[in-house]
């Protein structure tokens, strides 16, 4: 059974920084796999923030979040990080990862069949 769990949200200044883990279980990173990083907050629709496709190693960051976040994994932790700078209120929201375990680069345009419980990360101004 595969399973993702976050961790590392919480509550932050503007121009602070969180580093988000997501640490999956029920397969390895040895096989090919898509890990998206989503955000929901209040009254607005689910989105994608940034995903990264093993099989070339392909990453994607929506506009807002280009350089201030970085996506990266560890193999050996089974583990995808979601390093963010910068902060600004407007990143306020639940952030939810998940995966599926697919060989595609266009992780943007995968069906996530696995989510984890989400993280909330608050951004003071």
């Known amino acids: 059974e595969v399973q993702l769990v976050e961790s590392g949200g919480g509550l932050v200044q503007a121009g602070g920084s969180l580093r988000l883990s997501c640490a999956a279980s029920?397969?390895?990173?040895?096989?090919?796999?898509?890990i998206s990083w989503f955000t929901q907050a209040p009254g607005k629709e689910r989105e994608v923030v940034s995903c990264?496709?093993?099989?070339?190693?392909?990453?994607y960051y929506t506009d807002s979040v280009k350089g201030r976040f970085t996506i990266s994994s560890d193999n050996a932790k089974n583990t995808v990080y979601l390093q963010m700078n910068s902060l600004k209120p407007e990143d306020t929201a639940v952030y939810y990862c998940?995966?599926?375990?697919?060989?595609?680069?266009?992780?943007?345009?995968?069906?996530?069949?696995?989510w984890g419980q989400g993280t909330q990360v608050t951004v003071s101004s």
């Open positions: 029920g397969f390895t990173f040895d096989e090919p796999y898509a």
């Open positions: 998940a995966a599926t375990i697919v060989s595609s680069p266009f992780c943007v345009a995968l069906i996530y069949e696995y």
């Open positions: 990264f496709s093993s099989s070339d190693g392909s990453t």
